[in-house]
């Protein structure tokens, strides 16, 4: 039977996409629990192990990027080439620099629910830039947001230091906003080059600039670290890099965008509950309850944002 075979295949499309949404919601949701295990050893720093994710996973990305130039695609134009260096610094160089400089900081926990605020930064950022009016169920769903975080961040202040907490924070909201810029500005570019090929070429312009800085700041014998930590590396590199952002696109070609992205809230749950598994960061009724807040505001934003 057509139509039942028809069905079948919608099903089997509907599972897979799921099966990959959730794997790279938890492939990046596991950066920072490999980060913060890195970190254990006092020889790593933030530019040290961002360039060892880099080394690890750009041959993946050069790959992609070579296998476009066989496939003979259409060239890219001179102002997608600028969208693309500039994109790729902003949002994957200097995100992942916030990002990891952050960590050393903060728990993992927070880190990931700071993150997960992207889409509220997103709308603001569009209604900035475009004009955008924000409606108020929207407001109030990132109101709740901003909440659950002041609760998780005055939670953690009272068993770290105020100063390093709030160093930590900035960093991981500076991450947050630079990869929000990144998504507002990427849009046009991903539609005219397509999401693989772009993210391969923004990722190669990252990992350049990374082997850049740390050519310019660090001696060559700050890569000489304990063998876990390249062990470590090898893992953000292909569990949380490459498997993610590939996982990412094959998910949204079987159930769309915004699927994809909704079945991405499982991401700081994923974090919180690895960090408690193999970092021993604790739970208390207050973290639950503050990301609760978050994952609900965001859930909000996301919907109405598809909406609109």
Known sequence: MP???AAISMNRDATLGVIFALLAAIGFSAKAIFVKLAYRDVSVDAITFLVLRMAF??????GVALWFRYRRAAPISGRD????????LIGYYLSSLFDF?????ITAGLERLVLFLYPTFTVILMALVYKKPI???????????????????VHEAGVKQGGNLALGASLVFAATLTYSTYLVGAGHAIARIGATRFT????IVASAAAFVQFALTRHLSALEVPAHVYGLSIG?????TVLPAFALGWAIRHIGSGSASLIGAIGPVSTIYMAYLFLGEKLSPIQ????????????IVSLNSKKG
Request: hydrophobic share 65%.
């Open 3 to 5: 139509e039942h075979t």
């Open 57 to 62: 996973s750009v041959p993946f990305f050069i």
């Open 236 to 240: 953000v590199a292909l569990f949380s």
């Open 288 to 299: 639950i309850f503050g990301s609760a807040l978050v994952l609900v505001g965001v859930l």
């Open 101 to 105: 400089m952050g960590l050393a900081y």
């Open 135 to 153: 409606g108020r169920r929207t407001l109030a769903a990132m109101a709740l947001c901003y909440l659950g975080i002041v609760l998780v961040f």
């Open 81 to 88: 080439k600028l969208l693309v260096l500039g994109l790729g």
């Open 200 to 203: 391969a070429y923004a990722m």
